[in-house]
Every structure is written in structure tokens, then in C-alpha cells.
């Protein structure tokens, strides 16, 4: 059925955070969008070095489709980047700057990444790896690039017009991917399309009230899904970012102090060491501004809720459930963890997410029992790139997904995690994958075996425990084993304790029971996961 006077081939254009971020440019173009305390940038003037940058990579033979990765810490151009990204139509993809030269091409060449925007003092790690990487046409140096085989980015950017350019796009079309757990060893890209990252930031600002009027301070790794939901959550709200290089705990609370950010993320562990300064430390700085609190990317702990409640004014603090897969998923406040009888749980769906909780059999299951975890929502993930299997495993159909959670849900609608996503170990907020470590473990001479855990740790929440099976005539000791890691890990993958055992428990299929060695490292602990 057609409608009265509708007019022919009338198109509406796609809903977008591109255009969302457009339109405040338009309506408050002398509004402050990000902020350091070194420079500042006005949405307009944001804007334009972004049209600048988009420019110049479509001048250098860039286009609609083409891959981008970071490798970057903190910095007002990882915004500029994202929007240009945007701009030109080119999907983007985070990376972890901490990563050695193995990994750094392993991602390249998995998202088959055509331009390279790189922290300078990480130019020796790609290089090392250039001749592997066949899809790399352009590496773009933050800072003083030490060779001419890299481009200066404020040089790079320079060169491109300031004439806003226009690219056809769809909500289907590839916007950005997000490394996440392999089963093989090896991350899988969660691809997100415009739609899903959109929905995303929608749901968060409706699910945490975010406003124009918010600032959000930015202390945690911009390259991480969580911190880069909340900030593009912020910015589609025409709210303002302050960024900070990186989190320093009484640092942290000067900044609160010095201004006045009306929101802020951080994992567990980073309120908890903030919060754990000393008493007269903390009574320095004024932290009222705060009015949003939010923590994600680590099991929360009743001692550092507490901790929370007690140092902060506002009744506003949450704990959320996110995957880069899924968004963000699930939220708890304060109040209800400490004082409503809900210790433990993930809390209820964000804005537009549903869950259910299915067996193994594909069955809905009973209030009160255990089964995996689905979620259906616009933001969730497309499926994974180029991997089939993965995609497949994910999604009990076209619109249910899971990254693997068990859980059960309560009679007033709580969910509660019962056991962690394909083991995955999370410590300081960030995720490490066990197989990977094993993989390389395995490679020593003398291994017969090997199990990589998570185990607990004041400091980081988990640090990583290598607990091995050695060939008989062997000994390889527990300083051999973590400096073969050195030489081919990140300093964060590297397992920080080594134990030995007779046999590695398994299943008859010969599945590793990584519960079952996890067991007498965690028994009696204050968390949800088992």
C-alpha cells in the first residue's frame, strides 16, 4: 500500500553517528568536543581536521572498504581518525599498542588492513613485519616517524581538502571490528555494521541518561571496546571528552578535581586501586562533578561497590556486562548490588536488549537454571570475519547470539554469570586469550602439556598461571618458560607463575577441563565466576 502524496523516490538518510556528530557540528560547532590539557578541539574544528584527514586518504588512492587499524595510546587523533574512517566509508579496527611484532601481524593480515595509523615508538615493531604484510599500502606515525617508510600524521593530514566529501552508505556497510577470544589460539574480528555500532550508543546514552551536557573523563585504553563504546556513546550525545594518556590513580582523582567531568569508565580494578590511596590522598580533590559512575570489562567485587559508594556523591554508579560482540549487554547499579539483595548479579538487559537463557538442547530453561546466554538487540555483531565456524557457533539463529556465557536469571529478572566465556581470562580490564599462550608454551622443548588460567590477584583481578606437564628426562624451569614468553608475547599475556602437574584434566573427547584446574585457585573467593 502506497501512501497519499507520498513523493516519488523519496530516500531518508541513514540515522549514523556520523551524522549524529554532523549535526552537532552544525547546531554548536563552537562547543568544546575534546579536550587534553595539553589542546583542545571545538566540534567544528574536530570536524575539520577529520574532512582534512579523510581527504588525504582518499587522495592517496583510500577507499570505501579499505581497512584501518591503530596502534595507539590515548589521543585526541584516535577521534579525528574515527571520523574520518567514517567519512570515507573504511571499516575500522582497534589494536592493542602493548602487542609484539607476531601479533601486530596477525591482526594486519586477518583484517587485511590496507592503512596503518602507529604510535611512532612502535614503528620498529611493524617494520620488523613489512615484508608479511601484503595488504599495508600506507603506515601513518603518530609522532616523528625515524624513517621514510612511515608518513607524519599531521603532515599526512595537512595535505587533504577541507571540502566535506560524500560517501554512499548503507547501516549494513562494515564499520568497525573488534578482536575477540579464538578457539584456535588466535583472536576472531567481531564485525559491527553502522547499525550495530549506532544502536550501541543509542542504548548506552538512553540506558545511562548521557546528555549534551556530560563531559566524559577518559583514563582507560581508548583501543578498548568498552572505553570506545562509552566515548562514541558521549559524542553522539553532543557531550564533550577530556583525554587522559593514561590511568594514574591519584592522578586520576586530580583531574576529577582540576575538571569537573560529569562522567567516567574505568574497569574494577582501577577504582579499586584509586579508591585504596590513602584516606587524606583522596579527601584532597573534590570529586562532585562525577554524576554517572560506570565500571565494565572485569567481574565486579562487593569491596570495591563499597568502595565506590563511600567515595562518591552521586547514587548513579553501575556495573555493566559488555562483549565486543554483543555492546554493551546488561547493568547493575550500586544500590541494587549493596542494598537490594542483588550481590553477584549482571543485573537486567540495557535499552533494546533482550536475554534468554537456553540448553543444551535449544530449550528456554526454567527460572533459576543454567544454561548459556543469548542476546538479541540491534547492536550485536554481524558474525565474524571471514570465519564461517565462528559465526556459525555464535547465533542459535538470525537474530540470537552469545559469546558463550553461562547464566541463570532470577525470579525478579536478575541474571547471574556462572562460568566464563571460553575461559578467557581478564586481567586489569584486558583480555587475554589462555590458547594463545599455550600454543607458544607448547612450542618449548621438554612441554608435554600445558594449561594457561586465570588465578586471582589483588592488584590486576586475575594474572595469568601457566600450570604444565613436562616430558619425562625434562626439566624446564618456571624462569625459562616465562622469558620464552618475553621474546613472543605481550608483557601482559605472560604468565606470571608456573606449576607443575602429572596430567592435564581432560574430558573423553580430550577436551581441556579448565574449570577443573581452575577449582583449587579460586575456592573460597568473593566472585561469580567459577
Not at 595488504?135 to 595537512?158: C, Q, V, W
Request: proline share 4%.
Amino acid at each position: 500500500m502506497s501512501f497519499i502524496g507520498r513523493q516519488p523516490g523519496r530516500k531518508t538518510v541513514t540515522s549514523s553517528g556520523f551524522n549524529s556528530i554532523r549535526g552537532h557540528v552544525r547546531k554548536t560547532p563552537d562547543k568544546m568536543a575534546i579536550k587534553t590539557e595539553k589542546s583542545s578541539l571545538t566540534y567544528k574544528q574536530l570536524w575539520q581536521r577529520a574532512t582534512k584527514l579523510a581527504n588525504s586518504m582518499v587522495s592517496s588512492g583510500i577507499k570505501k572498504g579499505d581497512l584501518i587499524v591503530t596502534y595507539m595510546a590515548n589521543s585526541p587523533e584516535y577521534l579525528e581518525i574515527v571520523i574520518a574512517a567514517d567519512m570515507v566509508g573504511s571499516p575500522l579496527t582497534f589494536g592493542n599498542y602493548r602487542l609484539k611484532s607476531d601479533e601486530i601481524a596477525y591482526q594486519i593480515n586477518d583484517c587485511r588492513a590496507a592503512v596503518v595509523f602507529v604510535q611512532a615508538e612502535l614503528l620498529p615493531a611493524v617494520f620488523k613485519m613489512k615484508e608479511k604484510l601484503p595488504t599495508m599500502r600506507h603506515i601513518i606515525a603518530i609522532g616523528d616517524a625515524p624513517s621514510g617508510d612511515a608518513e607524519n600524521y599531521e603532515a599526512f593530514l595537512k595535505r587533504g581538502s577541507e571540502t566535506e566529501m560524500s560517501v554512499e552508505s548503507s547501516p549494513d556497510d562494515l564499520r568497525s571490528l573488534f578482536y575477540t577470544s579464538g578457539t584456535t589460539g588466535r583472536p576472531k574480528g567481531a564485525a559491527r555494521s553502522n547499525y550495530s555500532d549506532y544502536s550501541m550508543a543509542v542504548s548506552t546514552c538512553i540506558t545511562l541518561g548521557l546528555t549534551s551536557n556530560d563531559t566524559m573523563l577518559v583514563v582507560a585504553p581508548m583501543y578498548a571496546a568498552a572505553t570506545s563504546g562509552y566515548l562514541f556513546s558521549t559524542l553522539i550525545a553532543g557531550g564533550s571528552l577530556f583525554i587522559a594518556p593514561a590511568f594514574i590513580p591519584e592522578d586520576t582523582l586530580r583531574l576529577i578535581d582540576a575538571y569537573h567531568p560529569t562522567f567516567i569508565f574505568m574497569v574494577p580494578v582501577m577504582y579499586d586501586w584509586m579508591f585504596s590511596l590513602p584516606k587524606e590522598t583522596i579527601a584532597k580533590y573534590d570529586l562532585s562533578s562525577l554524576r554517572v559512575v560506570v565500571s565494565c570489562g572485569a567481574p565486579m567485587h562487593t569491596s570495591i561497590f563499597q568502595k565506590m559508594a563511600a567515595n562518591l556523591k552521586t547514587p548513579a554508579i553501575y556495573n555493566m556486562l559488555g562483549a565486543s560482540e554483543l555492546g554493551f549487554i546488561s547493568c547493575i547499579s550500586v544500590d541494587e548490588w549493596l542494598n537490594r539483595g542483588k550481590e553477584k548479579s549482571i543485573g537486567k538487559p540495557v535499552f533494546d536488549m533482550e536475554l534468554k537463557i537456553v540448553s543444551a538442547d535449544g530449550k528456554e530453561v526454567e527460572t533459576g537454571e543454567v544454561g548459556l546466554l543469548y542476546s538479541r538487540s540491534p547492536q550485536i555483531l554481524d558474525g565474524y570475519w571471514y570465519n564461517e565456524e565462528g559465526t556459525k557457533e555464535a547465533f542459535l539463529d538470525s537474530e540470537w547470539a552469545t559469546v558463550g556465557d553461562m547464566a541463570r536469571v532470577d525470579n525478579d529478572g536478575y541474571y547471574y554469570l556462572v562460568d566464563r566465556a571460553k575461559d578467557m581470562i581478564v586481567s586489569g580490564g584486558t583480555n587475554i586469550y589462555p590458547a594463545e599462550v599455550e600454543g607458544v608454551i607448547l612450542q618449548m622443548e621438554g612441554i608435554a602439556d600445558v594449561g594457561v588460567i586465570g588465578v586471582p590477584d589483588e592488584k590486576w583481578g586475575e594474572q595469568v598461571k601457566a600450570v604444565v606437564v613436562l616430558k619425562k628426562g625434562h626439566s624446564v624451569s618456571e624462569e625459562d618458560i616465562i622469558s620464552f614468553c618475553k621474546e613472543r608475547l605481550a608483557g601482559f599475556k605472560v604468565p606470571k607463575s608456573v606449576d607443575y602437574i602429572d596430567i592435564i584434566p581432560r574430558n573423553l573427547i580430550g577436551k581441556m577441563l579448565k574449570k577443573d584446574l581452575r577449582k583449587k585457585y579460586w575456592e573460597g573467593r568473593d566472585v561469580f565466576i567459577s
